[in-house]
């Protein structure tokens, strides 16, 4: 076997804090301090070259801003991102020369959650595959974009013909496949998806999955996928990465993940999901909700919900170290082995 | 539907439903020939992708269609009682008393001016012959039932001062505070993170067991009626084409259409390389097929489905409108 590449996608460190305070005169008022909220607090990740990781967790936990920072839509306040070996953003990306930089990001492109509000209404969708294109090569001739355009509609199962066409004379899910088309049209190697299916029909969004499994084999393509539908990152995940709070608590292979989760956040994130198999099952009622993000807990922010909180858990942040049987997990509780790893496939329950 | 299996006397009956709107351009159905029951204390999934029509099947059970929609035919009796001809005051007392409801944002069934206190005390004043104590000690009581914490506290907070699934049961507490017979849920769990709509659906099963209250519940997520349910509805363009017990329409459907739909949900437990894909998208309203309106999408349409629409037959525990189920 030849020597491994460097991970396509890296993240070392990666935070970013938001200031949400009050306007200034309001704060020199009601003397109140300035708020500000960490979505991202210290993010280690990596994305190996045509593999698809999922990224899952509940509103809030800044899965989004994950992808955002990839993107280059924020800046991150610490820690670096780095795409092929070159730091894109953050620490030691001044060194790298805009041109490079540039280069690199045309390599990467982003797919989002809402097909009505991601295409302008008034462009012919022929124009909204071209504008990347054109954005990026403006000398291209203009049969030669006109060709392009017509294999990706082709390419996303819709017809050349459609291109004449305004968004509002789709459905969601043609919409989604435009979508699509758009951020295939520079070629890029990465895709970040972020939520690319929840505004669909579970039919359309069965055409939408396999349509991008289709794309990833045909054009090797990496994904980073968004998603808080569990059933959804395991069916096109191969690993996922589950967030709370800003932080990345569990990462493993997607079939580990959902058969022996180490993570009590992962196994009461599974345990709560409505599953056709598992009607009947008895399940441990989930207690609590997410802490408010500007006021997060000392610790490990999972502690007030977790059943195997110590005091520990109360006042040390726990990281992710790897665990046995592979994958990694920051929790005191899984590392310290005061928690049983589950049998396998605890949570596949068979219908009863 | 044809066949009545169901012991007990319907809470609700629905027969032959028909919701129309009329347009500029013609009148658009949305509602055909629906037709099931809700026995008391059962709990009736009703699901289908956006427009197939669930949604507005409920709003026509609670008399809340939004004009110009309009019952155009069908008759809906409540307790035996005929309730879609009733005058509008004669419904909204309906309405509260012995139908709930709760929708998908608990933002707009909460008035954001009001205490939540005040909102529970009014909905229980209007429907019930309390005095203003006790209404108070009936609604925190209701509060504490759906799980808030110090209820005593929350009762003078406004509603902006809960998180999305505490807003969620302050409204279920308001759909019960004058202990209704059926509750109407449409999409109760979809604008909720997964932990905190499995709270509420535990709140709505302990529910119905406690107090032997129906629920019609519309979603569109099978997970959500796998484990909620006690039977399910299917619709497709406007129509229910299957009704059955929940284990059977997930496991054994019998439809084409419910076929492809359960095998186009991803799973949390099997592994599937494809899912399946039913090509196409269902006809907008003013396009609706003739004969059986799945026919342009269905891998196993013969002849007679482009030309006769097939009613919903009994088979096993299940009906089903498809030619191929009939013998």
């Known amino acids: 076997m030849p020597a491994p590449l460097p991970p396509l996608v890296q993240l070392s460190d990666v935070a970013r804090t938001f200031d949400v305070s009050p306007p200034w005169l309001e704060r020199a008022i009601g003397r109140q301090p300035k708020a500000l909220l960490q979505a991202v607090a210290g993010v280690d990740l990596t994305i190996a070259r045509g593999e698809t990781l999922g990224l899952v967790g509940e509103s809030g936990c800044g899965k989004s801003t994950i992808a955002r920072l990839i993107v280059g839509l924020h800046a991150p306040t610490r820690g670096t991102i780095t795409f092929d070996g070159t730091p894109l953003a953050g620490h030691g990306a001044a060194q790298t020369d805009p041109a490079t930089s540039r280069a690199l990001r045309r390599r990467m492109q982003m797919i989002f959650q809402d097909p009505y509000a991601s295409l302008n209404p008034r462009w012919r969708v022929a124009d909204i595959v071209a504008e990347p294109i054109l954005a990026l090569e403006p000398e291209a001739a203009k049969g030669d974009v006109r060709r392009r355009v017509a294999a990706l509609l082709e390419q996303v199962r819709l017809a050349p013909e459609d291109g004449r066409r305004y968004p509002h004379q789709f459905s969601g899910g043609q919409r989604q496949r435009i979508s699509i088309a758009r951020a295939l049209s520079t070629q890029p190697e990465f895709l970040v998806c972020d939520e690319p299916t929840s505004a669909l029909d579970v039919s359309v969004q069965a055409q939408v999955l396999n349509l991008m499994r289709d794309l990833q084999q045909r054009m090797g393509l990496t994904y980073l996928f968004i998603s808080h539908n569990l059933a959804v990152v395991r069916h096109i995940a191969d690993r996922v990465g589950v967030m709370y709070l800003g932080r990345i608590v569990e990462v493993a292979p ?88 589950p049998p396998p496939a605890a949570v596949a329950a068979p219908p009863a | 539907m044809t066949a009545h299996r169901q012991r007990t006397p319907p809470l609700l009956a629905v027969k032959g439903l028909r919701v129309e709107f009329p347009t500029r351009r013609g009148t658009l159905t949305a509602v055909r020939d629906v037709s099931f029951e809700i026995a008391p204390g059962e709990v009736l999934g009703v699901v289908g992708e956006s427009g197939a029509g669930k949604s507005l099947t409920g709003a026509a059970v609670i008399g809340l269609l939004d004009p110009p929609g309009r019952i155009a035919a069908g008759q809906i009796h409540l307790a035996g009682r005929r309730i879609d001809n009733l005058p509008y005051e004669a419904m909204r007392r309906i309405r509260g008393r012995e139908i709930g409801a709760v929708f998908q944002d608990p933002l707009t069934s909460l008035n954001p001016l009001y ?74 769990t979809t604008a909720l993170d997964v932990s905190i709509q499995m709270q509420i659906i535990e709140l709505i099963k302990r529910l119905t067991r406690d107090h032997g209250t129906a629920v019609m519940l519309v979603t569109h997520d099978m997970g959500v009626i796998a484990e909620t349910c006690d039977r399910v509805a299917v619709m497709y363009a406007g129509r229910m084409v299957e009704i059955g017990p929940v284990a059977d329409v997930i496991h054994r459907p019998l439809h084409p259409y419910t076929v492809g739909l359960m095998g186009s949900i991803p799973s949390l437990t099997a592994d599937r390389e494809r899912l399946t894909q039913i090509d196409g998208t269902m006809p907008r309203l003013d396009a609706i097929p003739q004969g059986c309106a799945f026919h342009p999408r269905c891998p196993q349409a013969v002849p007679r489905c482009r030309r006769e629409r097939p009613e919903p037959v009994a088979v096993g525990a299940s009906d089903v409108a498809c030619w191929l189920r009939r013998n």
């Open chain 1, 254 to 341: 997607a079939r580990q993940l959902f058969a022996r989760p180490r993570h009590p956040y992962t196994r009461m994130l599974l345990d709560a999901v409505p599953d056709l198999a598992a009607a009947g099952r008895r399940r441990v009622a989930v207690a609590g909700e997410v802490p408010n993000p500007l006021d997060p807990p000392a610790g490990c922010a999972f502690h007030p919900r977790c059943p195997h909180a110590a005091d520990r858990c109360r006042s040390e942040i726990p990281v992710l170290r790897p665990v046995a049987g592979g994958g990694e997990a920051a929790c005191h509780a899984v590392l310290e082995g005061r928690l049983p790893v």
């Open chain 2, 115 to 188: 205490t939540i206190g005040r909102q529970l005390v009014e909905t229980i004043t209007t429907h019930l012959p309390l005095d203003a104590r006790a209404a108070r000690d009936r609604a925190i009581g209701l509060l504490e039932e759906v799980g808030i914490p110090a209820a005593g506290r929350r009762f003078d907070h406004y509603p902006h001062q809960f998180s999305g699934g505490m807003r969620q049961r302050v409204v279920i507490a308001l759909a019960l505070a004058a202990n209704p017979k059926l509750i109407i849920a449409d999409e109760p």
